[in-house]
């Protein structure tokens, strides 16, 4: 279906047609990324063109890409004259009914969060961003990975609905692993510390003389990411025999 997604002003402008999401298909423009385990986004609904009553502003995960795949939504509806519902919707697998927890009657603009906390999915709406009410949760049999993010239909093949999202918050992306950290004694009473690592990404180096003990004394924070790798030099202290590097985002 035609559809378009690009920011502006700090909000998320999102067109697209399609006969509509939920029920036993969706027919819809998703803009998404990929997103496994526990989770969370949100997002306020500014507005959405009222193509139909039932044209939809959608937070979604979904397992695929298929237009029955299974998955979960928080949704603004087009509503009637300002007047909107937040839905809470899930289809547990392909080609099944897609079942719906509502509140109606609400004013744009209209927050919505979707939560994901191991098999458990919740629905909020707020008025504010800051006082939340639960709509719902449900236990959908969804895969641990799939696709997540925002959604926009018409429900009218012939008509373009737009829906504007801002104070947008969504989970951080993969960070890159961090491996064996390689070591190398500079004979000056020194050690070179290297570490594979991505840029964007600060990290903290750790240090204790005691293998056995559970307690990490600081060494360094604050060190910055390069784009392959993280080199630090420090006293060949044998008060300080082991090092570890933990990622600070």
Known sequence: ?????????????????????????????????????????????????????????VLMFRNDLTSSSGMIMMTATGGDEGLGYAQLTW???????ANTSEVGNLRYPIWLKLRRQGSMFSGYYSSDGQN???IGTATPPLNSSGKLGFGVS??????IATAVFDRIALPPGP???????????????????TWATGAGHNYTLLEKSDLQSTIWSTNRSGIPGGE??????VPADPAAAFYKVISED
Do not use: C
């Open 1 to 57: 279906f035609p559809g378009t997604a690009g920011f502006s002003d700090n909000a998320l402008y999102m067109s697209g047609s399609g006969v509509g999401i939920g029920g036993w298909d969706d027919g819809f423009t998703f803009a998404h990324m990929d997103a496994s385990e526990d989770w969370e986004i949100s997002a306020r609904v500014v507005n959405i063109d009222e193509t139909d009553a039932w044209s939809k502003a």
């Open 91 to 97: 289809r547990n697998s392909p080609n099944s009914w």
């Open 132 to 134: 939340w009410t639960q």
């Open 154 to 159: 018409s429900r009218n093949n012939a008509r």
């Open 175 to 193: 960070l890159p692993p961090i491996g064996d950290i390689g070591l190398e004694y500079l004979g000056t009473n020194s050690l070179s510390l």
């Open 228 to 233: 392959s790798s993280v080199t630090v030099t």
